[in-house]
C-alpha cells in the first residue's frame, strides 16, 4: 500500500538485518505499521499497530473481506474530496483513500494521477490485492506505540515519523519520549530496531544508505 515514509524499497536491505536476529516462535511487532510494506515480509506470528484510527479500520476491514474500489467509475475525485471533508461517513473507505489514492501518500493530500493523467485507483486497486496474501494472519491493533500490548521477548521493528519531516495533519510526534520507550523496552528483553535519520548516541547503527526524500 502507498503510505508516506514507507520502506518499500529499503525491505530488501533491512529485513533480512532484521529477520536474522528472530528466534523460533518470537512474535514480530511493528509498533508503526503503516501502509504494511516491511510487515508484509514476515511470516509467523505478527501484530501491527498504528495509532491511526481510519488507517487500522482499513486494515482490520481488508483483511476480512472488505474491497476497495477497483477503478474510476467505482471512486471519483468528487467521491475523494467529499470523503476529504467527512471520513466518518465511511471509515474504512477513508482508512484506504486518505493514503493509497493520495498524492504522495500524504493524508487526503491531492487526488492522485498517474504519468498519463489518469486516476490512480485502478492501479491502487491491483497493488493493493497483489499485498494481501503477504499479509494474511497478521493481528492489527489500533494504539499509540506506548500502550501496545507486547508479548515477551518480542522482535520490534519500529517506522516513526520522522525528526524533521513532513508530519501528519494536526499530528505531533515526541521523539525524546519514544527513543526513552525504546531503550526501556529492549532493557526489558526485547530487541528493537528503529529507522530514522537520526538517534541517540547510546543506539547502534546497522543499516544506511543515502537517499533522496521529498518528506522533508
Known amino acids: 500500500m502507498k503510505y508516506m515514509g514507507s520502506k518499500r524499497r529499503a525491505a530488501k536491505h533491512i529485513m533480512p538485518i532484521i529477520l536474522a536476529e528472530r528466534t523460533e516462535h ?7 505499521v503503516g501502509g504494511c510494506n516491511s510487515i508484509e515480509h514476515v511470516t509467523g506470528w505478527r501484530i501491527g499497530g498504528d495509532s491511526h484510527k481510519y488507517l487500522m479500520q482499513f486494515w482490520k476491514s481488508f483483511v476480512t473481506g472488505w474491497q476497495p474500489p477497483k477503478d474510476n467509475t467505482e471512486f471519483t475525485e468528487s467521491d475523494y474530496n467529499a470523503l476529504k471533508l467527512n471520513p466518518d461517513s465511511d471509515p474504512v473507505l477513508a482508512g484506504y483513500a486518505g493514503f ?36 494474511w494472519g497478521v493481528q492489527f491493533v489500533h494504539s499509540t506505540y506506548t500502550n501496545l500490548q507486547l508479548p515477551p521477548n518480542s522482535l520490534i521493528y519500529c517506522d516513526p515519523p520522522y525528526k524533521n519531516a513532513t508530519k501528519y495533519k494536526g499530528t505531533t510526534f515526541d521523539h525524546h519520549h519514544f527513543w526513552q520507550w525504546a531503550k526501556d523496552k529492549a532493557n526489558e528483553g526485547h530487541t528493537v530496531y528503529v529507522s530514522e535519520y537520526t538517534a541517540p548516541e547510546w543506539a547502534i547503527e546497522v543499516w544506511s544508505k543515502p537517499q533522496t526524500t521529498k518528506l522533508h
Open 26 to 32: 518470537q512474535c514480530y511487532v511493528e509498533p508503526f
Open 100 to 135: 493509497n489514492l493520495a498524492f504522495g501518500a500524504k493524508w487526503f493530500g491531492s487526488f492522485a494521477r498517474d504519468s498519463r493523467n489518469d486516476a490512480y485507483v485502478g492501479q491502487a486497486y491491483r497493488h493493493l490485492t497483489k499485498q494481501l496474501p503477504k499479509i
